[in-house]
C-alpha cells in the first residue's frame, strides 16, 4: 500500500511539473515569435507565472537558443485592492497598488532604495498594463524577499505597490543580462 501511494504522489508531481512546463514551453514559443515580430531581445525573456503559489519560483529567464529556463525565483505581487499572498487581485489603475498582467518592454536602468539598488523602468505593451510607466511599475529586488522557495508558506514580505520584486541574487544576474542587452528585452506576467 506504501509503495501504490508513493507511486500516486510521484505521479501527480511529475504530472504537476509536467504541465508546468508545457504551459512556460507555449508562453515562451508566443514570446519569442512577439519578440522577433517586434525587434525585441530575442536571447531570453522573463516569463512571470502569477498562477504559481506565491512560496515557488513563479519568475523564469527563457532562454530562447536553448529553450530552457536558465534561472528562477520567487516574485512578488501588488498588495493593492484586496490582493493576498494566495490570490493576486489585478488593475491597470493608477493608484491601485496591484499587479498588471501582460507583457512588457524592460526601459532604462536606474537607482534604486531597495535591495541591490537597481531597477529597470517598465513599459506596458497591453491594454492590461499601458500604465504601468505612469504608475512607476519597475523591476527590482528587495532584502526580504528569499532566494530560495519558502513552500509551503506564502511571501508575506516584500508586497509591492505593483512591481515584480525579486530576491537580491536574482536581480543580480537579471542585471548582469539586461546590461549586455542591445535591444529591449520583454517580461511577461500571466496567470
Not at 113 to 128: A, D, F, Q, R
Request: include cysteine; aromatic fraction near 12%.
Amino acid at each position: 500500500m506504501r509503495y501504490f501511494l508513493l507511486h500516486i504522489l510521484a505521479w501527480i508531481t511529475f504530472s504537476g511539473y509536467s504541465q508546468l512546463n508545457d504551459k512556460l514551453s507555449k508562453k515562451a514559443a508566443e514570446a519569442e515569435a512577439f519578440c522577433k515580430k517586434n525587434n525585441m531581445n530575442t536571447s531570453y525573456c522573463f516569463l512571470v507565472d502569477l498562477s504559481i503559489h506565491s512560496g515557488k519560483n513563479r519568475f523564469f529567464v527563457y532562454d530562447f537558443k536553448t529553450k530552457k529556463i536558465t534561472s528562477s525565483g520567487l516574485v512578488c505581487h501588488g498588495v493593492g485592492k484586496n490582493s493576498t499572498p494566495e490570490k493576486p487581485v489585478y488593475s491597470n489603475d493608477i493608484g491601485s497598488n496591484c499587479t498588471s498582467l501582460g507583457k512588457y518592454k524592460i526601459g532604462k536602468r536606474a537607482y534604486s532604495n531597495w535591495g541591490i539598488n537597481v531597477h529597470y523602468k517598465m513599459h506596458g505593451l497591453e491594454k492590461t498594463n499601458s500604465n504601468a510607466f505612469k504608475r512607476q511599475v519597475v523591476l527590482h529586488s528587495y532584502d526580504y524577499v528569499s532566494g530560495t522557495e519558502i513552500y509551503p508558506s506564502h511571501l508575506t514580505m516584500g508586497w509591492s505597490q505593483g512591481c515584480p520584486v525579486v530576491a537580491n541574487n536574482l536581480m543580480t544576474q537579471i542585471d548582469a543580462l539586461l546590461q549586455k542587452s542591445k535591444k529591449p528585452t520583454l517580461i511577461w506576467i500571466f496567470e
